[in-house]
């Protein structure tokens, strides 16, 4: 052909050791094409910055924010003007709002069948919430008054027959006598006089 013979020191090898860096190979590619070059070619080529490794610099764990003890002490009280504020779900209730009758339940049936303890749940949506200490009930000497059937503690629902002498359950229906120490009259309505200043009998 009539092309023009290359130059003489356009594809001169390398003199002696000198090791042909990646601008001499993109040198002879001319600008056009991929040339097939070493691996440790194409990692000489990189650029590695010269940043911090390791974590992010525009992170810093002490400039988070956390909370006080006072903050964790302090009790949650929530703004109640507006009308769409809806109170968070904690998973679980004040005691006093709502508890169990029994702390541990039977694992088994073998244990559920010899403890016989009735399983329940004490609720009181509209219970007062404070630091009171709550009433204890004293019976004196006579002891607790209970069904002499299904053993249910005598109670608010209770009502009481021939002038305050009996009792009937409110949950098996069984009249039970009342105890001399524990008597009281009853009043126009059919009511223990005493039933506010005994917890059992109006709490």
């Known amino acids: 052909g009539g092309g023009a013979p290359p130059s003489p020191g356009l594809y001169s090898q ?3 050791n000198v090791r042909p860096s990646p601008t001499h190979y993109a040198q002879m590619a001319g600008g056009g094409g991929d040339v097939d070059q070493p691996l440790a070619e194409k990692f000489c080529a990189l650029q590695v910055s010269g940043g911090p490794t390791g974590q992010n610099a525009s ?3 002490e400039a988070l924010p956390r909370p006080t003890a006072e903050e964790l002490d302090s009790p949650l009280r929530l703004e109640t003007r507006d009308a769409a504020m809806e109170g968070p779900d904690l998973g679980q209730c004040h005691p006093k709002f709502m508890r169990m009758t029994v702390n541990a339940i039977p694992s088994t049936a073998a244990h559920k069948t010899k403890a ?4 329940g749940a004490i609720i009181q949506p509209m219970a ?3 630091n009171a200490d709550v009433p204890v009930v004293n019976f004196g000497s006579t002891g607790v008054v209970r069904c002499r059937r299904c053993r249910t503690y005598i ?3 209770v009502g009481f027959l021939d002038g305050g002498r009996r009792w009937r359950c409110n949950v098996c229906s069984l009249v039970n006598d ?3 120490e524990y008597f009281c009259e009853l009043d126009a309505d059919g009511m223990r006089r005493d039933r506010l200043e005994r917890p059992e009998l109006h709490l």
């Open 155 to 157: 109670n608010p629902f």
């Open 178 to 180: 009342v105890p001399n």
């Open 14 to 16: 390398p003199q002696g």
């Open 59 to 61: 992170f810093a764990p």
């Open 128 to 130: 007062r919430v404070g």
């Open 116 to 119: 016989g303890l009735p399983i």
